[in-house]
């Protein structure tokens, strides 16, 4: 059975009995919990030393708003991880957790070995830049309800429905709260890297290699003017909704120990 780690709720899954690959760290989502990667541990935790953390607010990690932040959630993983001894890690996040890697992997490098970086919620064009006052009123009167309805609009038709109403669950019980706490950070706060240019500006600080993995073509196009190192690349999936990792447990679960074993 994985260990839970003190600090932050981390399950923490040890060394492989036979793996030599590098220690995984998967950060999940906006609303999400660290039990939307357990889909991909069969597949990766033979050759992995895995780290699933809930953030701050999220699942069993409890949290003060000034901890829910990209930024902030970043540091408190980085002591945890230094406390453990563990790393340079692959730092594998998903859209919120996209950003919290990408900080770790900023302002803590000795820390991340390289990033994955699922439909990363960065580089939001002037459409969205539009749309973020109202997206917040309307979660600041309607509270989890709109959340509901935000997360429900990133399935597609063939998304399977029971990850769909898993979400949906997970998205009614969060507190209002931290949701906007953690939109705000992300996107409208001083220092907020969500949005373009300052994601831009924010990018050009990784220093690690980057494999990105998006359900959009234009935003995998985007993401490609971004790399600097020779060995990152942007991919897109097509067919697949914004939780692309839990409708494509396998096949993410390979590109990630493939992308382990190169960089």
Do not use: K, N
């Not at 600041?140 to 399935?155: H, I």
């Amino acid at each position: 059975m994985p260990a839970e780690a003190e600090g932050p709720h981390v399950v923490d899954t040890g060394p492989p009995a036979g793996g030599q690959g590098p220690p995984l760290l998967l950060v999940h989502g906006w609303g999400g919990d660290g039990e939307d990667w357990a889909p991909l541990l069969p597949s990766l935790t033979p050759h992995h030393r895995v780290l699933v953390p809930d953030l701050p607010g999220h699942g069993r990690s409890p949290a003060a708003l000034a901890r829910c932040s990209p930024r902030a959630a970043a540091a408190e993983l980085a002591g945890w991880l230094r406390a453990s001894g563990v790393g340079p890690v692959v730092a594998v996040g998903h859209s919120l957790g996209g950003q919290v890697v990408t900080a770790l992997a900023v302002e803590h490098p000795e820390l991340v070995r390289s990033l994955v970086a699922v439909a990363a919620a960065y580089g939001g064009d002037a459409a969205e830049a539009g749309r973020l006052p109202a997206e917040q009123a309307a979660l600041r009167r309607e509270g989890t309800a709109w959340a509901v309805g935000f997360v429900r609009r990133a399935f597609t038709a063939d998304s399977p429905p029971g990850l769909r109403e898993r979400h949906e669950r997970l998205m009614a019980a969060m507190d209002p709260e931290v949701l906007l706490s953690y939109r705000e950070a992300m996107y409208l706060a001083p220092g907020a890297f969500g949005l373009r240019p300052a994601t831009e500006a924010y990018l050009r600080r990784r220093r690690c290699p980057v494999l990105a993995v998006h359900d959009s073509a234009a935003a995998a196009a985007w993401e490609r003017t971004t790399l600097r190192d020779a060995r990152s690349r942007a991919v897109r999936w097509e067919g697949v909704g914004h939780y692309l990792h839990e409708e494509r447990p396998a096949e993410l679960a390979a590109l990630i120990h493939d992308w382990s074993r190169v960089v």
